[in-house]
Nanobody
Framework: QVQLVESGGGLVQPGGSLRLSCAAT????????MSWYRQAPGKQRELVGL???????DYADSVKGRFTISRDNTKNTMYLQMNSLKPEDADVYYC????????????????WGQGTQVTVSS
């Protein structure tokens, strides 16, 4: 049973920083693209950014230059470093990943983390 376990959310003042982590636990043979999403109450979940297995990244325009996604393939973990946080960044953040759970690594399923709350307020 594979799970994505998120951590690192919390309360931060505007202009501050937070680092989120997303660890894949269980029987993991390979992880393809990993992504961060966020969702405000009553709104659609939106893509924050993603990282490929070879560390190529892409970001939403709203976070470019402030957020950085990285991953440690030896730990099956992805990170989201958030700097210069704004009140509009306050959301529930979710990680997402395509994971192979058998030796047939071409077969991957999509998994979501449970979400972690980020609050930006003075």
């Amino acid at each position: 049973q594979v799970q994505l376990v998120e951590s690192g959310g919390g309360l931060v003042q505007p202009g501050g920083s937070l680092r989120l982590s997303c660890a894949a636990t269980g029987t993991v043979f390979a992880i393809d693209v990993m992504s961060w999403y966020r969702q405000a109450p009553g709104k659609q979940r939106e893509l924050v950014g993603l990282i490929t297995p070879r560390y190529n990244t892409d970001y939403a325009d709203s976070v470019k230059g402030r957020f950085t996604i990285s991953r440690d393939n030896t730990k099956n973990t992805m990170y989201l470093q958030m700097n210069s946080l704004k009140p509009e960044d306050a959301d529930v953040y979710y990680c997402n990943a395509l994971i192979a759970t058998t030796i047939q690594t071409e077969r991957k399923n999509e998994y979501w983390g449970q979400g972690t709350q980020v609050t930006v307020s003075s």
